[in-house]
């Protein structure tokens, strides 16, 4: 399967505990998106990559969330000491960035986040 | 600051209907405008794009039109299905910033 993939696609933990999501982006492509979607809301923007850099963060990313995407490749989102609020379905997505004047993004399935 | 509407936020219809769904925005200089289709606890699935050059894409029985001057655009569904049951996203990207989406229009097509 050549889509964006995430992992896990479910996660339940108890609040104060950290949790770790990891996107793999479609192979060609050197942007990577996060965003965070609650219920009844559209996909709101996180952080997103071009190739390992991160270029850009929302004032949604409090100190306690921590991006990665280490050679390029997959991406990691790490939330630390969880809160009730951090409940929500966590969308990864890639697009082929600046070498498509398009720049349409694909979406993985998500990964939701239940905080106990 | 990018922001974008849809209207309205739940719609239902008999099978068969065609039907319009309705997204603004209020930064008329945006690069692309994109659908997406959402089914329940899943993830997105892009439907069409079309470029701010544009004036309207069609994929199948679904065509989305764009109007930048009056921040508008329209998603029409012909002949609709029981399957085309899902909620609708448009979101707006104006050049290197992130997509900005709408809260989605919940569609029930009805049997």
């Known amino acids: 399967d050549t889509g964006v993939s995430q992992n896990p696609r479910h996660k339940i933990t108890k609040r104060g505990q950290n949790v770790t999501f990891r996107c793999d982006p479609i192979s060609e492509h050197n942007r990577l998106y996060w965003y965070r979607q609650t219920l009844g809301q559209g996909p709101e923007f996180l952080t997103y990559?071009?190739?390992?850099?991160?270029?850009?963060k929302s004032r949604l990313l409090s100190d306690r969330f921590s991006a990665e995407r280490p050679k390029g490749s997959f991406s990691t989102l790490e939330i630390q000491r969880t809160e009730q609020g951090d409940s929500a379905m966590y969308l990864c997505a890639s697009s082929l960035g600046s070498l498509s004047r398009y720049n349409e993004q694909f979406f993985g399935p998500g990964t939701r986040l239940t905080v106990l | 600051k990018q922001e974008v509407t849809q209207i309205p936020a739940a719609l239902s219809v008999p099978e068969g209907e065609n039907l319009v769904l309705n997204c603004s925005f209020t930064d008329s200089a945006i690069y692309n405008l994109q659908w997406f289709r959402q089914d329940p606890g899943k993830g997105l699935t892009s439907l069409l794009l079309?470029?701010?050059?544009?004036r309207e894409q069609t994929s199948g029985r679904l065509n989305a039109s764009l109007d930048k001057s009056s921040g508008r655009s329209t998603l029409y569904i012909a002949a609709s299905q029981p399957g085309d049951s899902a909620t609708y996203l448009c979101a707006a990207l104006s050049g290197n910033t992130p997509l900005v989406f709408g809260k989605g229009t919940r569609l029930s097509v009805i049997a």
């Open positions: 079309i470029q701010s050059s544009q």
């Open positions: 990559f071009q190739n390992e850099a991160q270029l850009e």
